[in-house]
């Protein structure tokens, strides 16, 4: 059975993140997920996240190709987390491309195409404009 893992914020959940999840799942058995905590999100974006942590996993639980999500406390922390869900396969979106292959000594990874023109940064935007 493969395992497969991506990790992430999923605020203001949208169909490039369904695309994402989607495919990533095409590559194993079963997908896990580690979704970023609100402090996580704080230290790297300066803000908080617009959905808070305990609705965005539930978001992200309540999808029907996601067979597991955690919070992912530390950016620092996937090495431990891939040994500990035992994962085959790291999936991320191609902006964070050569940002985990440092990771490939323990399993593989794969960088996808993320989808262009849509991004939760965008959508806050254009509801703050209107
Ligand atoms: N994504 C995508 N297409 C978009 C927007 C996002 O494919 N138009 C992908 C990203 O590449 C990422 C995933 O959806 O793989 C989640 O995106 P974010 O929530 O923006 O994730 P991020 O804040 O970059 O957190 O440890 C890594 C971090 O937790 C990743």
Redesign the pocket.
Known sequence: MKTVI??????VF????V???QR?ATYGDRLIV???TDE??FS??GRNPVYNQDDRMKIINGLRYVNLCFE?YS?EK?REYIEYYGADIL??????KGKFDYLSDICEVV??????????TEIIEVITSR
């Open positions: 991506t990790f992430g914020t999923f605020d949208h169909v490039g993140h695309n994402l999840l990533a580690g979704v970023s996580l999100n790297k974006k992912e950016l996937k999936v991320m979106g191609d902006d964070w960088y996808l195409e993320r989808t262009p023109s849509v991004s939760t």
